[in-house]
């Protein structure tokens, strides 16, 4: 990558709805070779997907929770299987796997605290292979970011 594919994925992330021609004029190639340098992008995986940023509270979704969960094994397979197990739960947003004293970092979205509850008893907790679990509520987003810093 060079300084231009840089400036090319900074706007994408930002703006990733821009027409080819305003891309382009912003960062100072014609629209061609613009184009051909966001599909080698796309290919090579820098570029992984176009979305759009979604408010979770006016989607019906407005608690989130961390989990940390603690695993009786964290041999691969059992890594492996829980991955497998919670990768199907449309609640779980993102799974990190951690080093320290918790194993798996999970950030959960909810309805509110009966639906968090339903969730933990119907789905979380029938993992096999969990040895204990921690939850804590946000009461705020203080910072989100959706582009990474420049580089």
Do not use: W
């Not at 994408?12 to 061609?32: C, D, H, N």
């Not at 989130?64 to 603690?70: G, R």
């Not at 918790?102 to 605290?113: F, G, K, N, P, Y």
């Amino acid at each position: 990558m060079d300084a231009m594919d840089r400036k090319i994925v900074a706007i994408l992330q930002t703006e990733g709805r821009i027409k080819m021609a305003e891309l382009s004029e912003r960062v100072g190639l014609s629209p061609t070779p613009c184009a051909r340098r966001v599909a080698l992008l796309e290919q090579a995986g820098v570029i992984c997907g176009y979305s759009a940023r979604v408010d979770q509270a006016k989607l019906g979704l407005p608690v989130t929770i961390f989990v940390a969960v603690e695993l009786e094994s964290q041999s691969t397979d059992a890594l492996q299987s829980f991955e497998r197990a919670v990768s199907k739960f449309d609640q779980v947003m993102e799974c990190y796997l951690m080093t320290g004293t918790r194993d798996i970092l999970l950030r959960v979205v909810a309805q509110d605290l009966t639906d968090f509850d339903r969730f933990l008893e119907t789905r979380l907790m029938r993992v096999s292979g969990i040895r204990n679990t921690r939850s804590s509520f946000t009461l705020r987003t203080m910072i989100a970011r959706n582009a990474l810093p420049q580089f």
